[in-house]
């Protein structure tokens, strides 16, 4: 049976042709070449290890040129199964998926993960606490919310992703210029823009695989920075496992479990869960997206269970065997792990750091070259460097994470 992968990523950090072996049909993928570029990367100049590779420029600047390639290659090759593990491409493979009658997620399946407002109103109802939130007509409405709740504001895309767009208003000064950019004169109302009461606390992340209609991979995280700082935060940002002995872990897999199945969601997916730790020591969620995490986190859950979980869910996706369980139910942590990142910055890249060779150095990447000119982060995934490091111990890891990032701080001059 034959795989389409609709790949928004470079190439090499995901070899589908190898994960899906087992599918004689081979695996059809679509890319595109400013992200394999992003990575480090060549284009490749034939299909390599794919029964097909289509090579777009870019995935942003004609969409509904991505979508005649996906349907027309799907017809062409006869496929079986659709992968998209970007959340900007799960519509698209929905549809897919709806069109030929093949397995998985669902258009309407889709919707609670990628509608924030749709996905508050089902994990209200089973029990989950939300952050108040409210869908603005105009800046009359937004007033009203921060009248009631106060400020600070979150404003945001209602099915956005990777922080893009999110912006923290603290002042009735910032609120005013939000509202002149958000709302603009004459503007008809609008119904795409969420607004949140600030939820103050630690932000955790639960990520994992959902296979057979259970978790099969799951484990929590703390991000040690604010994680909508990316364009502003100069300094390394450390970000790693919560230890199995810490209290906030059984509770954060509870809670991501009572999610998913308010969701009912597709039986096999991926999904990275957000999760507030106020300081009253509630657990309010922010949002859960049924893909795999982004930064490199992804990274961070192959050095903790030794399987990788864009692999994972790929093969559960596509009806394969996961021999990474070995006939248990579910995977567990054979180690902690985080990532330190050092955001782009606007600037001339002088120097670079020198490559880390320590043996709990699980990966390690620089994506800019001295002498090159970068501009301002635009993603939160917007990455100068990055490194994921293991440890045997979350104090440990979290040692070795700090060591490397000042490293990092000292090494890297921008101009």
């Known amino acids: 049976m034959t795989v389409l992968v609709i790949n928004r990523f470079p190439l090499g950090p995901f070899p589908y042709d190898r994960w899906l072996a087992d599918h004689d049909g081979g695996v059809v993928m679509i890319a595109a070449r400013d992200r394999i570029a992003a990575g480090g990367e060549r284009p490749p100049a034939g299909p390599g290890g794919y029964r097909h590779l289509e090579l777009l420029d870019s995935f942003d600047t004609d969409e509904e040129l991505v979508r005649r390639v996906a349907f027309d290659l799907a017809a062409e090759h006869g496929v079986r199964h659709v992968i998209a593990h970007h959340e900007a491409d799960q519509y698209l493979a929905a549809e897919l998926r709806e069109k030929f009658g093949l397995p998985g997620q669902t258009p309407a ?59 923290i208003v603290r002042t009735a000064q910032e609120l005013e210029r939000q509202l002149e950019r958000a709302f603009p004169p004459d503007a008809p109302p609008r119904d795409d823009l969420l607004l949140e009461a600030y939820v103050p606390g630690r932000m955790c992340h639960v990520d994992g695989v959902v296979a057979g209609g259970r978790p099969v991979m799951a484990w929590p995280s703390q991000y040690q920075y604010d994680l909508s700082s990316f364009q502003a935060d100069a300094g390394a940002r450390v970000d790693l496992t919560l230890s199995p002995d810490d209290p906030l872990t059984p509770r954060l897999l509870a809670l991501v479990e009572q999610v998913l199945a308010a969701l009912d969601g597709p039986p096999d997916h991926a999904f990275h869960a957000e999760v507030f730790h106020t300081p009253d020591d509630r657990l309010v969620l922010c949002e859960i997206a049924a893909r795999p995490a982004g930064a490199r986190i992804r990274d961070v859950l192959n050095a903790v269970f030794e399987v990788h979980p864009v692999e994972l869910a790929s093969r559960a996706q596509t009806g394969l065997p996961l021999p990474a369980l070995r006939g248990r139910e579910r995977l567990e942590p054979q180690r902690m792990a985080g990532q330190v990142l050092m955001m782009k910055r606007p600037g001339t890249v002088r120097s670079i750091p020198v490559t880390p060779e320590e043996p709990w150095v699980e990966f390690y990447g620089v994506f800019a070259e001295p002498g090159q000119v970068l501009g301002e982060a635009a993603i939160s995934s917007d990455f100068l460097a990055a490194a994921v490091l293991s440890g045997p111990t979350r104090q440990e890891c979290e040692k070795r994470l700090r060591e490397l990032g000042a490293r990092f701080e000292r090494e890297i001059v921008i101009d």
């Not at 939300?130 to 009248?147: K, L």
């Open 109 to 167: 399946q889709v919707r609670p993960f990628r509608d924030k407002v749709l996905m508050k109103e089902r994990v209200s109802r089973a029990g989950v606490e939300v952050a108040p939130h409210t869908v603005p007509a105009d800046a009359a409405a937004v007033r009203a919310f921060a009248a009631a709740h106060g400020l600070p504001l979150v404003f945001k895309a209602r099915d956005g992703f990777g922080s893009i767009g999110l912006v």
